[in-house]
C-alpha cells in the first residue's frame, strides 16, 4: 500500500496544507519548497487542499509546440481552474479548501504542477486578506520588499538577476498584502530554477516599490499619474479572470498603491546596475 503523506506550505502568516501526496510527491515539494515547508505541527491551516489521482474531467487538450503555459477558469465555477495536467475547484461547504485532480500523463512533473495550483491558491489568499498576487519577480533591498513586475517575457527575471546582491523574494510570482501601517511583500518559494535553497529569505517585508519593468536603451525610473499607474498595475495581476467577484475590490487596491506612490514604471538597459536602482528608491 502506498504511503499517503501531507505537506504544509508555509508563506508569511499563511499556512496550505496539501494532503493525499504519494512518498514521491512529497519528496519532490520538500526539494522544490524548502525551507517553506513548514512542520506537522502547525496550526489549523489558511488553506487546504486534497490531491487524488488519475482523475481527468475536462484537462486542457495537450498544447501546440510554442505555446505558453494555459491556466482556464472553469465556467460558472468560480475559484475553479483547468490546465493540461490538472484541475482545481473548491469542496463544497469549505470557504478555504480544495480538491486537486492530478492527471495520469507524465508530461509534466506532479510537483510542478501542484505548485502551479499552489499559486492560484496563495493568489485566492491574498485576495481575501486585502491584497493580490502579480506576475512578478521579488527582492528585499534595505529592508523593504520590491517588486518587479510584468507579464510573461517582458524581462521581470533578468531583471530580478541583475538585482543582485539584493535577496530573492521568489523570482516569477509576487504577493502584496496590506498591514495596519502599510502594505507587504509575502516572500515565495516559486521560483523558475524549481528549487529553493535552505538559507532562502521568509516571511513578510514592508513594500519598498512595484516596478513594472520595460527592456531600453537606457534606465530610468518613470512615475506616473494615479490613473494610468492602477491601469497598468491591474494589468500584471495574477489569475484576475477566476476570480470575478474580486475585480472591482482589486481595482481599489490597484488605486489606493497607486495613489500613495507605490508604482511606477522600470525602464532598464542591458548593463544596468538594478541593485543600485532599487538602493536608490529606498
Given amino acids: 500500500m502506498k504511503s499517503v503523506e501531507s505537506r504544509t506550505l508555509a508563506l508569511g502568516a499563511w499556512r496550505v496544507r496539501f494532503d493525499g501526496l504519494d512518498a514521491a510527491l512529497a519528496v519532490g515539494l520538500d526539494a522544490r519548497w524548502g525551507p ?13 487542499v486534497e490531491l487524488v489521482r488519475g482523475d481527468r474531467p475536462g484537462l486542457l487538450p495537450a498544447p501546440s509546440a510554442g505555446e505558453r503555459y494555459r491556466i482556464e477558469p472553469v465556467p460558472g465555477q468560480p475559484r475553479a481552474i483547468v490546465s493540461y495536467g490538472f484541475t482545481l475547484a473548491p469542496l ?9 485532480a492530478l492527471g495520469d500523463s507524465d508530461d509534466e512533473p506532479a510537483e510542478r504542477r501542484v505548485e502551479n495550483a499552489a499559486r492560484f491558491v496563495v493568489a485566492t489568499l491574498a485576495l481575501d486578506a486585502g491584497g493580490f498576487a502579480l506576475h512578478a519577480a521579488g527582492v528585499l533591498v534595505a529592508g523593504r520588499g520590491y517588486l518587479l ?5 517582458a524581462g521581470k527575471s533578468t531583471a530580478w538577476q541583475r538585482s543582485r546582491p539584493a535577496a530573492s523574494l521568489g523570482d516569477d510570482f509576487g504577493v502584496v498584502v496590506p498591514s495596519e501601517q502599510d502594505w507587504r511583500v509575502v516572500a515565495v518559494p516559486f521560483d523558475n530554477a524549481e528549487r529553493v535553497e535552505a538559507d532562502a529569505v521568509r516571511g513578510s517585508f514592508p513594500l519598498g516599490r512595484i516596478l513594472r519593468v520595460f527592456q531600453a536603451e537606457r534606465t530610468r525610473v518613470e512615475e506616473l499619474s494615479p490613473l494610468r499607474a492602477a491601469a497598468s498595475l491591474v494589468g500584471v495581476a495574477a489569475f484576475p479572470w477566476a476570480v470575478p467577484g474580486h475585480a472591482a475590490a482589486l481595482a481599489e487596491r490597484a488605486q489606493r498603491l497607486a495613489a500613495g506612490g507605490r508604482f511606477a514604471h522600470l525602464h532598464f538597459a542591458r548593463d544596468a546596475d538594478l541593485y543600485g536602482v532599487l538602493a536608490a528608491q529606498a
Fill in 92 to 100: 463544497p461547504g469549505h470557504a478555504c479548501a480544495w480538491r486537486l
Fill in 149 to 153: 513586475a510584468g507579464p510573461s517575457r
Fill in 36 to 48: 517553506f515547508i513548514g512542520p506537522p505541527t502547525d496550526p489549523e491551516p489558511s488553506a487546504r
